[in-house]
């Protein structure tokens, strides 16, 4: 078993019938989907909603129920993936392009549990360039607005074309460097107009459970 799957699989264990459980995208939270299936073949009682279509459709084949945002109201636990997360478990996501989405499943839960490899944890996020969702239109002016916070941000590609997020949106994968205020940044690239998101998850997990490759299972709570 890798380390992706180990992390995912523990956080699977905190899910009990009759939950309704958010579904992270990207390769760790593949894992969580996958075995969630499993336990409901096996008789788990669970409604879902999930973060992006991979993930739907990944679900779906595996015949966990899923239901409409107006149908399920707020779900008792998220289980999704990063690409970098903090000691405060402040976290970078985005890699996969679902950041948005993810943003507003995870703030519409009681609970946010991250998983991931050792590779993703960090002293201080960003070496992983953050990705920001911002609309099309304009986006040149976007980006300068993005430049002029210190960054050199460069719209993601999908081969010869821009890469379009399930809502439609291009995603600019901005290279801060050590990031010293993940607020603060935060706050800044929401007061840009063409922003939608931005792939800062600050306050919202409350547990990460991270594989490592000695084959030990990390489960760590904020550092205050
Ligand atoms: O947009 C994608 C998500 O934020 C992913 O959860 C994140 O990129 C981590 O993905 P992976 O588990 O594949 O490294």
């Given at each position: 078993m890798n380390t992706k799957q180990m992390?995912?699989?523990?956080?699977?264990?905190?899910v009990q019938d009759?939950?309704?459980v958010g579904l992270g995208t990207g390769s760790t939270a593949y894992w969580a989907i996958a075995k969630l299936g499993e336990r409901v073949a096996e008789g788990l009682r669970i409604t879902a909603v999930a973060t992006s279509v991979a993930s739907e459709e990944q679900a779906r084949g595996l015949g966990?129920?899923?239901?409409?945002?107006?149908?399920?109201?707020?779900?008792?636990?998220t289980i999704d993936g990063a690409d970098e997360l903090n000691d405060r478990l402040e976290l970078i996501k985005g890699?996969?392009?679902?950041?948005?989405?993810?943003?507003?499943?995870?703030m519409n839960s009681d609970r946010m549990i991250v998983v991931a490899d050792e590779s993703k944890a960090v002293p201080k996020l960003g070496r992983f360039p953050l990705p920001v969702e911002i609309v099309p239109f304009a986006w040149e002016w976007t980006l300068d607005a993005i430049r002029a916070l210190g960054c050199t941000p460069e719209l993601r590609k999908s081969g010869d074309q821009l890469y379009r997020t399930d809502n439609g949106n291009y995603i600019a994968d901005c290279r801060f460097g050590e990031i010293a205020s993940a607020q603060q940044l935060a706050?800044?690239?929401q007061r840009i107009p063409g922003v939608v998101e931005h792939g800062l998850f600050i306050g919202i997990a409350s547990l990460a459970i991270i594989g490592h490759s000695d084959g030990r299972i990390e489960v760590k709570e904020p550092a205050v």
């Amino acid at each position: 078993m890798n380390t992706k799957q180990m992390a995912a699989e523990q956080a699977v264990q905190y899910v009990q019938d009759g939950m309704k459980v958010g579904l992270g995208t990207g390769s760790t939270a593949y894992w969580a989907i996958a075995k969630l299936g499993e336990r409901v073949a096996e008789g788990l009682r669970i409604t879902a909603v999930a973060t992006s279509v991979a993930s739907e459709e990944q679900a779906r084949g595996l015949g966990i129920p899923l239901l409409g945002f107006g149908e399920i109201g707020r779900l008792d636990l998220t289980i999704d993936g990063a690409d970098e997360l903090n000691d405060r478990l402040e976290l970078i996501k985005g890699g996969g392009g679902a950041l948005l989405r993810e943003k507003i499943v995870a703030m519409n839960s009681d609970r946010m549990i991250v998983v991931a490899d050792e590779s993703k944890a960090v002293p201080k996020l960003g070496r992983f360039p953050l990705p920001v969702e911002i609309v099309p239109f304009a986006w040149e002016w976007t980006l300068d607005a993005i430049r002029a916070l210190g960054c050199t941000p460069e719209l993601r590609k999908s081969g010869d074309q821009l890469y379009r997020t399930d809502n439609g949106n291009y995603i600019a994968d901005c290279r801060f460097g050590e990031i010293a205020s993940a607020q603060q940044l935060a706050d800044a690239l929401q007061r840009i107009p063409g922003v939608v998101e931005h792939g800062l998850f600050i306050g919202i997990a409350s547990l990460a459970i991270i594989g490592h490759s000695d084959g030990r299972i990390e489960v760590k709570e904020p550092a205050v």
